[in-house]
């Protein structure tokens, strides 16, 4: 089963919190710092569980986006889009003692990806094709969006988003962020409660995930505890979720995303 993903391949830096930030002083934390984005997290969890993944990302080829390249690769995602000189995308997490974390994001290039620039070889073969919510937030991330799914559609392949964010959506507007989901037609969403309620709650005929992190999740109404962990780090958990559920339904989707919260970083091991 090749599973496809489209959006952002991005730096990630997450600061985990020894105790609450001071303003104007320094905080002791515990730093990582390896690649990043939704998309890519995806399909680094996808390869991980032993599929091939294949990630389509508009990335630069400056220092940073060597350092994330070379971390997909040595996960065993096959990378496809454009590469342009500069302009790598940065996520900086901070994680407090209870694994909640907040996020400051910078897409970089990722953001700029055209619909003509998409190659109809970079989805021969796909499965299943699973877009981040943050494509919607723009042009030209949504018409790359809409050619993106028509021919992964055309491979009769099967359509997952996540809606990625509540502010995304909030920003956007929830009705027009609604509409442009609902013309996608995807298969399934994955969306936590406030993105769940920024939207204004599921959409007909899709499969609706929704993720309350560690009171479990709802798998179109079929409601899972979360499996057990020590959590460490809620970084990428709803990521490794996705790919767990894509390739094997919730009684994997729930164990990927217990391995994540067990270590720092939204990504596997690698």
Not at 50 to 61: C, E, T, Y
Not at 162 to 175: F, K, M, N, Y
Request: charged content about 25%.
């Amino acid at each position: 089963m090749l599973v496809c993903t489209l959006g952002d391949l991005l730096l990630d830096v997450v600061a985990r919190l020894e105790r609450p930030l001071v303003t104007g002083a320094d905080t002791p934390s515990h730093t990582a710092v390896s690649a990043g984005g939704q998309a890519a997290n995806v399909a680094a969890w996808v390869a991980a569980l032993g599929a091939p993944a294949r990630l389509i990302a508009k990335r630069a080829d400056d220092e940073a986006g060597r350092l994330v390249a070379a971390a997909l690769h040595r996960r065993g995602v096959e990378l496809c889009g454009p590469v342009v000189a500069a302009g790598t995308g940065v996520v900086v997490s901070v994680v407090t003692r209870d694994a909640e974390r907040s996020m400051a994001s910078d897409r970089g290039i990722s953001s700029e990806l055209q619909a003509d620039e998409l190659d109809a070889e970079w989805l021969a073969g796909c499965d299943h094709l699973h877009v981040s919510g943050y494509c919607l937030t723009s042009e030209p991330g949504r018409s790359t969006a809409g050619r993106a799914v028509a021919l992964a559609r055309a491979q009769e392949a099967k359509v997952s988003i996540d809606l990625s964010a509540s502010t995304v959506i909030e920003a956007c507007g929830s009705e027009r962020f609604r509409k442009l989901v609902i013309a996608l037609a995807p298969d399934v969403v994955f969306c936590n409660e406030d993105e769940d309620r920024a939207i204004g709650g599921a959409i007909p005929g899709a499969t609706w995930i929704l993720k309350r992190g560690a009171r479990g999740t709802s798998f179109d109404d079929d409601e899972r505890p979360a499996a057990p962990a020590e959590v460490v780090d809620a970084t990428g958990a709803g990521d490794a979720l996705a790919a767990g559920w894509i390739l094997g339904g919730p009684d994997l989707a729930l164990e990927t995303a217990a391995r994540c919260v067990a270590t720092i970083g939204a990504m596997p091991r690698g």
